[in-house]
């Protein structure tokens, strides 16, 4: 699959929207998207490297957590340009807003011990 399609096939879908939307606010790990999303862990999974693939994101190994994080310094400039829009006000709405309050209330602390 070329590039391009990458990038759109990952924006494709609402949960990758949420996924992106809830980076902004901070690294996260699985355990904690799958909280938020109320999704299984595969599928927050397939998620995750849907976007990694496209660029979208990078993942940082910190002991047993895996962090995910915005990949701002992407060298596509298209992504890049993709990035900057989803940041945009315009994407603010309520279902984004009720995610970032949860980013800051999960705790994978107790979420990942389950």
């Not at 399609?5 to 699985?30: G, H, Q, S």
């Amino acid at each position: 699959m070329d590039d391009r399609t990458k990038l759109f096939k990952a924006l494709a879908d609402k949960n990758r929207l949420r996924i992106l939307k809830m980076l902004e606010v901070r690294p996260l790990c699985v355990c904690e998207i799958r909280e938020i999303l109320n999704l299984a862990n595969s599928t927050v999974s397939q998620h995750l490297a849907i976007l990694r693939d496209a660029g979208f994101i990078y993942d940082i190994k910190d002991n047993k957590w895996v962090n995910y994080h915005l990949n701002k310094r992407t060298d596509d400039d298209v992504a890049y340009a993709l990035l900057m829009v989803l940041q945009n006000r315009s994407f603010d709405d309520d279902v984004y807003r009720k995610d970032a309050e949860r980013v800051h209330q999960v705790d994978r602390n107790i979420l990942c011990n389950l």
